[in-house]
């Protein structure tokens, strides 16, 4: 018989909201360390600062990464009840990581500067780089989620 006194909103024993969002920050961090090294080796690190009125690439290497803590933390919350296996990790992090190629870089942030959304934008060749970036962010998050749940469920 299943121990109820460790079952929660989701029924699966074991997990809390706070310890899936915990375990996406972790996994979040995992994605954000190689989509980091990817936008430095492209330059984009300085755009990133510019969030927080910066230009400098280490600045926005740390802005980029508490993004991609808080948004692997949503990653567990949004996903994290379906996400077992290393497959499963790797479909849910690609949705997600799709779902925030149209948030980030095509609506948030250009709101952010001033520019509107960019949607028109979606198919040139610095948005696509962008994707396939937002993509390997939320594979490698997916990836790394079940172990970091394990790890602090």
């Known amino acids: 018989m299943a121990d109820v006194s460790r079952m929660h909103?989701?029924?699966?024993?074991?997990?809390?909201?706070?310890q899936r969002a915990i375990a996406g920050a972790v996994a979040g961090l995992a994605g954000g360390v190689v989509f980091g090294i990817m936008m430095a080796l492209m330059g984009m690190l300085p755009m990133i600062a510019s969030l927080v009125r910066s230009d400098n690439g280490l600045v926005g290497f740390v802005v980029h990464m508490i993004?991609?803590?808080i948004i692997g933390a949503g990653f567990g919350l949004a996903f994290g009840t379906k996400v077992f296996t290393l497959?499963?990790?790797?479909?849910?992090g690609?949705?997600?990581g799709a779902i925030w190629w149209v948030?980030?870089?095509?609506?948030i942030m250009p709101i952010m500067m001033g520019m509107g959304p960019q949607f028109g934008m979606a198919l040139a060749m610095p948005m696509l780089m962008s994707l396939v970036g937002h993509l390997i962010y939320g594979v490698?998050?997916?990836?790394?989620?079940?172990t970091a749940l394990r790890r602090f469920a």
């Open 87 to 92: 497959q499963d990790g790797a479909l849910w």
């Open 67 to 69: 993004l991609s803590a």
């Open 94 to 96: 690609a949705i997600y």
């Open 103 to 107: 948030l980030g870089p095509l609506l």
């Open 140 to 146: 490698v998050t997916g990836l790394v989620y079940p």
């Open 9 to 18: 909103d989701t029924g699966i024993p074991g997990t809390t909201p706070a």
